[in-house]
């Protein structure tokens, strides 16, 4: 794993998915609708800042996405459990996520056209 930035905390991880997940995962975004990519948090306008479409997979859509999700949280030395919502049905979890809300997002899947990028 390479540090690219401590302040956003960004890193590089070589190889981190194969081949054949890189290719099951955007065969899971093919025909998928996709939409403006925006910027959340701040009140900029993302007209001028994201340019590109984006859409969503979530752990659920295959056991390969789960795995992907396993493997980041083995990466982190985290309870893969928290990245995944359990609704009411898991107390212990429910301690260590608030409102029962994972703490991860789905996978975002981003497409730039030419010329088309996400200026911060």
Not at 7 to 12: L, N
């Amino acid at each position: 794993m390479t540090v690219i930035s401590c302040s956003p905390r960004v890193f590089e991880i070589d190889n981190f998915l194969s081949d054949v997940e890189v290719d099951h995962i955007l065969e899971l975004g093919t025909g998928r609708k996709l939409f403006r990519s925006s910027v959340s948090g701040g009140s900029e306008d993302s007209t001028k800042t994201r340019t590109s479409k984006n859409t969503w997979v979530n752990r659920e859509s295959s056991p390969i996405v789960d795995a992907v999700y396993r493997r980041a949280a083995d990466l982190l030395g985290m309870d893969e459990g928290m990245f995944r919502y359990r609704g009411d049905e898991d107390e212990h979890l429910t301690t260590l996520v608030k409102n029962n809300v994972a703490i991860t997002e789905e996978l975002q899947l981003v497409h730039y056209d030419v010329g088309q990028e996400y200026v911060s």
